[in-house]
T-cell receptor
Framework: QQQVKQSPQSLIVQKGGISIINCAYE??????FPWYQQFPGKGPALLIA?????SEKKEGRFTISFNKSAKQFSLHIMDSQPGDSATYFC??????????FGAGTRLTVKP | NAGVTQTPKFQVLKTGQSMTLQCAQD?????MSWYRQDPGMGLRLIHY???????DQGEVPNGYNVSRSTTEDFPLRLLSAAPSQTSVYFC???????????FGNGTRLTVT
């Protein structure tokens, strides 16, 4: 049973639109929540990460929103571009060792 | 810097064969790990190491062995391959406790 549940499985957004990917977790001991971006044929690369002591973190067009009481966090991509088309994974870990990943969301941004 | 290098890129095995997936990093990272990626399952941690001589099990360790004799290398061994081990395998490393994971480009393994 996956400890991190991610939705949706796939997402199609028009260029300039907002992409939103959601994740939920069960283990309240998780203390590190990163998002990774993966292009075909490549390994995942860190996009942005948050710790549970803050509710939001923004880096450029990418924002993580974190709701500790609901045990949910989400990735928002503003002004989505075709170059953002990739698979996105949320993850959670304790002490950044045993990282648990969501199932992934395939994002397609149409020009 | 090459980062994290995985070899081979592709491999086909017959059931029962053994093989070693190689992983090397040139960033002097203490932490290294192996993941497998399957459709609809995300990435699942197989084994990890926090330094030379130290390894630990992750979420799906059965059927896999690891050892860490040097900081640079972290090979993953399949002793008797099974079709259920058909997957894409990723090796990753990181520098410090709060640092991001650096992934290799993966090894696609097919077991027939």
């Amino acid at each position: 049973q996956q400890q991190v549940k991610q939705s949706p499985q796939s997402l199609i957004v028009q260029k300039g639109g907002i992409s939103i990917i959601n994740c939920a977790y069960e283990n309240t001991a998780f203390d590190y929540f990163p998002w990774y971006q993966q292009f075909p044929g490549k390994g995942p690369a860190l996009l942005i990460a948050i710790r549970p002591d803050v509710s939001e973190k923004k880096e450029g067009r990418f924002t993580i929103s974190f709701n500790k009481s609901a045990k949910q966090f989400s990735l928002h991509i503003m002004d989505s571009q075709p170059g953002d088309s990739a698979t996105y994974f949320c993850a959670a870990s304790i002490d950044n060792n045993d990282m648990r990943f969501g199932a992934g969301t395939r994002l397609t941004v149409k020009p | 810097n090459a980062g994290v290098t995985q070899t081979p890129k592709f491999q086909v095995l017959k059931t029962g064969q053994s093989m070693t997936l190689q992983c090397a990093q040139d960033m002097n990272h203490e932490y290294m790990s192996w993941y497998r990626q399957d459709p609809g399952m995300g990435l699942r941690l197989i084994h990890y190491s926090v330094g030379a001589g130290i390894t630990d099990q992750g979420e799906v360790p059965n059927g896999y062995n690891v050892s860490r004799s040097t900081t640079e290398d972290f090979p993953l061994r399949l002793l008797s391959a099974a079709p259920s081990q058909t997957s894409v395998y990723f090796c990753a490393s990181r520098e410090r406790f709060s640092s991001p994971l650096h992934f290799g480009n993966g090894t696609r393994l097919t077991v027939t």
